[in-house]
Structure formats: C-alpha cells, structure tokens
C-alpha cells in the first residue's frame, strides 16, 4: 500500500491551499484517514482525520478554516485549508488506517508534503 500525497506549497497568509492524498496498492477497505504536521522543532500534531463515514475531528487551532473530505471511491483523502497563517507553516503527511483483509488492519503514511505560509 501506498500514499501519495500532493498540493503543499508556498502562500500567503489569508490564502487557500488544497493537500489531496491518495491511497493505492493491496487495499481491502480503509476505516480513518487524515492528516497530520509537524513544524520545525514541534512535535507532529493531529490537523484532521475522517472516518469511512464520514465523522470528523479537528485540531483546535484549525477549526473552522480546515476542512478534510474524503472519497472513498478514489481512496483519497484531502485537506481544504482556509484563512491560512503562518502557524500553519509546517510538513504535512497524510495516513490511512488500511484494512488489509478481515481482521487485520495497518497504519500508512505519505511521503510528507510542505507548507509554508508567509506572512
């Protein structure tokens, strides 16, 4: 199984910025997805996750800018991040809790894609 995530980049603070995460490989379902960041010097933080059903938590700090809708047709989890600060900046990685067959499920995880917002 494999993550690839997409979309980081540099803006500017207030702008808009979409990361996209699609699963692929040996897949038999996926129960959470989401994504997490870690900043320079921080400790990678939960931003958003989203169950199969659709059920979402978010990180304090970005509630009501972010958003993290899923297709489960496509395997693909994304991360609509508004009104964007310079707090935001940090590396993003996607993950996916993937049911490999019945009974067995395992944590992966993207390659990590960067944002930087300027202020």
């Known amino acids: 199984v494999q993550l690839q995530a997409s979309g980081g980049g540099l803006v500017q603070a207030g702008g808009s910025l979409r990361l996209s995460c699609a699963a692929s490989?040996?897949?038999?379902?996926?129960?959470?997805m989401g994504w997490y960041r870690q900043a320079p010097g921080k400790q990678r933080e939960l931003v958003a996750s989203?169950?199969?059903?659709?059920?979402?938590n978010y990180a304090d700090s970005v509630k009501g800018r972010f958003t993290v809708p899923r297709d489960n047709a496509k395997n693909t989890v994304y991360l609509q991040m508004n009104s964007l600060i310079s707090e935001d900046t940090a590396v993003y990685y996607c993950?996916?809790?993937?049911?490999?067959?019945?009974?067995?499920?395992?944590?992966?995880w993207g390659q990590g894609t960067q944002v930087t917002v300027s202020s």
């Open positions: 993950y996916a809790n993937v049911r490999l067959n019945i009974g067995r499920s395992s944590i992966f």
């Open positions: 490989g040996s897949i038999f379902g996926i129960n959470d």
């Open positions: 989203i169950t199969r059903g659709g059920n979402t």
